[in-house]
């Protein structure tokens, strides 16, 4: 249903009627809001109004002009747009600059050669392609890096190479059945199924000398669809860039573990490089393109790869001989690893609230590219710039939020999250006071709306897409239920499913470091350019979102999840619907420990657990009632999150505290649910699981005892 | 365990020790012998001593030496040799001719052009394989015929290509949805998923003007594992050629449906070409390999193909541009459609089992080939040779069968089962007399071995397993078990799983149209090269039997499947596991019915069912009890099978008059239990399917009172 302008609501604001806006009707009620027709709804109104394609172009065009790798003076450049246009909208605006640490390509020669000695390739080529279908106007750029590997070491090795899948656990095992070794040789591994880093970790474990990672055509390449320029898919020579950093141990600045890499910092109070930094690899890693890996692979003899190691090159995969029909591999990488500058862009608008004017509400979105970054992550700055200008339009109609509301333009995401880690770790203060945080990275590769986010907040994005009319039509709301329904037509979806937030974006640091309940949107599409040269302006308007109108889209999502948060009478969580997930992850793993065999005790859990999901649907029904204390429930709402924080972190990797969310150890971008329970299990460590138990329950205990401190 | 020699069950017969025998003990009970381990089996272990992997290799030499295709002077050749040895081994041998049409290419053109003219390709290319990895000795033979479909007609096409995955209904259902219409347009299809006729079947219903179908490298190419001569997967030059004929409307002569063509039948009394013969195509079709393919297939613009029909060339695949943008494609076949003479070889040794002396056994194999046919079937006649080899020598040693023993070679199976076919329906009242028919076909590709029957036959076949060695250890049955425990690690498997008879082999006009009981058997591996000039000797000893050890084990399962059949007290079929499958199978189409939301009433077809496997249990007991009426109880076990036949056969195809099995009037080689009802149901046609019900049930009853006549 099309709102029409003048009928729906009666919102007194014809102004907003002015100015254009139509989409779908406001609802009269909100989570959060005790009277949401008649006080936020005409705010809402007007911010709706505000994002405009044409500018949201302008952006992205001006972002993504060069490329603006963390700490390059193009990278200040875009950093000092973002300030102007924070400032313009009437933010309070600082560029806040942090001394981390960054590897720089300086030389990077990867070349392999057949048994017999012949040279089977010289590369990395530069990324190139040919000039059908309008061809590549960016490519040529000469202030592109190298194709490499943040967290890379330098380093000279020559190996014999072995193909080793995705990398991941399941593969390096597989391999061993097989009896082949990576011991002292280089492995050849593609992109997909885990993080980059994660491949690195295992190779590395299992005494590797070198990681050489590509992109298969079967996952983002030609056999997914057409390759740029003629469609959106990764062409031969595309490279995706990356970080291989440990992430799972813990992210930011490898030198500053857990504490702020602020530019005074002294060198003395740093960890120095190849002295205990535990997150960085301590062998040579490079990307390539499948055109740089493809005369390897078909070199390669040994045994037949499994079936379904098979990718999309034309000949049959082999893991590689060994011997002398070995094929070698040398790499010559030579970085500059140094502490650089970064900048993040930080914009305020105060809080008028009484009491809780001084709690904050952060938003969020990555700045730096690998090369120009159009999608990945100037599509979301794009979306976030017009959220920001739409709030500035706000503030001159006299609107003032109820909370602090802090808008960051992170940098050094690529690297490691660095830009937002260090500023959590800068600020524990702020941290208390923080209620949510509201991330936004990839913005727009298309046109499917998604979301992750702990499932306190899921009402709250649902809600938002609601009032959010879609370029497709109907609501954002409507088209992300209908395409969820379209991947599978046989299950019919009310509501729109909700992931689980694992890593990978600046949510990181505020929820699984510091406990505050976060959020992620994004809009999606085929994208295979990801981390190369080619996401680039001229592949967003041919592929992403040619007129900008999910640009639009995103910037009034966004922008409502920052007013509907930051002006909330009571804070939209839902800790009944928290606690029914958590019950559900405890059966899960009950069922996994069950099949292994495994005897864990988990009445105590359960029983916290429950009690944790029936003090959440207690509260919820104060919250709704509407004669609730607002500062003491939204204080303890906030605390709630907190309070599932185990005090000394998860096994091994003290700095991930959360005891509900956190990245896989052996997956790093994927969530793994009640992570200390669940990979003791995997581990099959009864101690460990049953300890990790306790640790949950007393968790649960204490988030329990916050939400039930506000009365029944 | 292996068998000792002179250990394990004293038989007094030191005789086969001496030759060497050795594998499982024998056992003492086996099904359908009083006191198999006093009588029977002696002349197993005799038998078991005969097979000799020397011989069969010198069978498969001299039966592959040249292209033997039916009706060639070549294929005559065959059929000399195999009377020979059929003669020496003792049987009473004739070689039986028959006329028959067959399609001989004279000139076969296939050329492309892009949108703008210019010509993408001119083929068929011969097939060749360069000279690495030993190359290939029998490629450049002159007798090869150029790659062609049996059953196509000659033709001078040109059109508009559109790409359609595998030609499935489903897939031109797919077709339709996007919009894309195959009318007028030349098909190209990849082999799989379905028999290669009913492909052509589909796109003839629907407009086309032609169809190309090729073998794409991710079938049974380079994705599957390393090509040949490297591996044993089809190399790029490698075609697939094949019967398009609509087997499933009926096989055998096109010009003679439901009777004989015998040499001297008058050409008025045949079916004319293209005076109604319903199961020819009318529309050109012809193989390619995918060298030959690849041009095409890549030029081809239109809509990105759906993700599951992207194969393994090194491109997106697109379904194909129209009008302006379209790729061409030429097709002109000259086909030389003539009779030609054929030959069988009938090889009998009577029987001397009083009142069951003239009941016949009857076992076969085909011996054309569409080129070489190294596996296909020359494999299987090989092993058959050295299995009649045994026969012989029992029958040295003065053993005589019970009942009377046929061994067929049969001849234009590739054309679509013709020689098989051509012989029942000159035997009908043979056929009243033959209680089963024993196949084999592809004897051997590989290690592993798999049957296929009747459910009445599959203990038979499982027992005959467990006295056969394996060359991998233990028996074929143990192998066998662990085979499919292998594949699904999750699923014990105590009894390895029997597959139903669909279509593709002689036993076709046995069960499917005479109502035979029936087995099929053989060894399978990797087997990339199908139908193609690389099936040849070379292939053969490279990849899937260096040392014939598997020819020897397939014909020892083949000959003791004979001599049990051939002497067994009372006939070893248990129709108490025929029946539990026949209810299985009801409750599966009712629950698809359901689904569908088809209201049907199963009620007297689910009771006819469960009266069956009542009955088939009940005559189970008594043929186990030792003092029933064999000769009764074996015309009631043969009758049985008999009595399952529809009178009127399938809805618009008679010739296929079981009630049980068929092919699949949409998939060909595979089957579809309950026919009648389960294609009605997938039709959608409640009235169709209520009275193919009946049918079904009046079957049922029919059998079940052959089964109680004999006493409960």
Redesign the interface.
């Known amino acids: 249903m099309r709102w029409v302008c003048g009928l729906g609501v009666g919102l007194g604001l014809a102004g907003s009627c002015l100015l254009g806006q139509s989409g779908p009707a406001l609802p009269a009620k909100v989570f959060g809001f005790r009277d949401f027709g008649a006080t936020e709804a005409r705010w809402d109104k007007a911010f709706l109004a505000v994002p405009d394609p044409a500018l949201a172009r302008e952006h992205l065009k001006r972002l993504t002009a060069a490329p603006h790798w963390a700490s390059s003076p193009e990278d200040y450049a875009t950093a000092l747009y973002v300030a102007d246009r924070f400032k313009a909208a009437g933010l309070e605006t600082t560029i806040v600059p942090y001394r981390v640490q960054l590897n720089r390509p300086v030389k990077i020669l990867v070349e392999a050669f057949a048994a017999d000695g012949a040279r089977l390739m010289t590369g990395p080529q530069a990324e190139h392609v040919d000039g059908t279908d309008g061809g590549d106007p960016y490519q040529n750029d000469k202030r592109i890096l190298p194709a490499f590997s943040g967290s890379s070491p330098s380093g000279d090795v020559t190996g014999t190479v072995v193909y080793a899948n995705y990398g991941t656990l399941a593969d390096f095992k597989r391999l061993q059945e097989m009896h082949v070794s990576v011991r002292d040789k280089i492995v050849l591994v593609r992109y997909g199924a885990n993080f980059r880093g994660v491949k690195v970790y295992l190779a590395q474990q299992r005494g590797a000398k070198g990681v050489l990672i590509y992109s298969d055509?079967a996952d983002d390449g030609?056999?997914?669809?057409?390759?740029y320029p003629k469609?959106p898919?990764r062409p031969e020579s595309g490279v995706q860039r990356g970080s291989v950093q440990f992430l799972p141990i813990f992210p930011g600045d490898p030198s500053t573990p857990g504490y702020a890499s602020v530019p005074e910092l002294p060198d003395a109070e740093r960890v120095a490089v190849g002295k205990g930094q535990v997150t960085q690899p301590s062998i040579p890693v490079n990307p390539l393109s499948w055109k740089d890996a493809e005369p390897i692979l078909e070199a390669m003899g040994g045994a037949?790869a499994p079936?379904n190691w098979?990718g999309?090159?034309?000949?049959?995969y082999h893991v590689g001989a060994s011997g002398r029909k070995a094929v070698k591999v040398h790499m010559r990488l030579v970085q500059d690893i140094a502490l650089r500058t970064i900048w993040d862009v930080i914009g305020k608008i105060p809080g008028v609230g009484g009491a809780e004017k001084d709690d904050l509400v952060v938003a969020g979105n990555h700045r730096d590219a690998w090369v120009f970054g159009a999608v990945d992550p100037s599509s979301g700055t794009a979306a976030m710039l017009e959220a920001v200008h739409g709030l500035g339009t706000l503030l001159q109609a006299g609107w003032r939020p109820k909370r602090t509301l802090v808008v960051a333009s992170w940098d050094a995401e690529e690297e490691g999250l660095i830009g937002s880690v260090e500023w959590v770790e800068q600020h524990p203060e702020l941290m208390k006071r923080t209620v949510a945080y509201l991330n936004t990275d990839v913005g727009v590769s298309g046109p499917s709306f998604s979301a992750s986010a702990v499932p306190s907040l899921k009402e709250f994005v649902s809600d938002v897409t609601k009032e959010v009319e879609s370029p497709a039509g109907g609501s954002v709301h409507e088209q992300w239920r209908l395409d969820q329904e379209r991947a599978h037509p046989k299950e019919p979806v009310s509501e729109p499913k909700i992931d689980a937030l694992g890593s990978g974006s600046d949510y990181t640091p505020f929820l699984q470091h510091a406990g505050v309940a976060a959020t992620d949107i994004g809009s999606n599409g085929p994208y295979g350019v990801y981390h190369s040269a080619f996401d680039n302006f001229n592949w967003f308007v041919k592929n992403a979102d040619p007129n900008f109108l999910y640009e639009q889209q995103q910037a009034r999502v966004f922008g409502l999840e920052m007013l509907h948060m930051a002006d909330a009478d009571v804070l939209p969580m839902d800790y009944g619907a928290y606690g029914a997930e958590v019950v559900g992850y405890l059966s899960e793993v009950r069922a996994k420990a069950e099949e292994k065999g495994l005897k864990l005790d988990f009445t105590k859990t359960q029983q916290a657990a429950m009690r944790f999901e029936a003090a959440g649907v207690a509260a919820r029904v104060r919250q709704d009632a509407g004669n609730v204390d607002a500062v003491r429930m939204n204080r303890a709402l906030k605390e709630t999150e907190v309070a599932l924080l185990l005090p000394n972190g998860l096994p091994g990797r003290g700095w991930y505290k959360h005891s509900v969310y956190s990245p896989g150890e052996y997956t790093g971008y994927q969530a793994v649910v009640i992570p200390g329970v669940n990979e003791a299990v995997t581990l099959g460590d009864r101690a460990r699981a049953q300890s990790q138990l306790q640790g949950l329950a007393d968790a649960l205990g204490r988030a329990s005892a916050v939400l039930e401190s506000v009365g029944r």
């Open positions: 055509p030609f056999a997914r669809g057409d390759a469609g898919f037949s079936a098979q999309g090159l034309p000949f049959n």
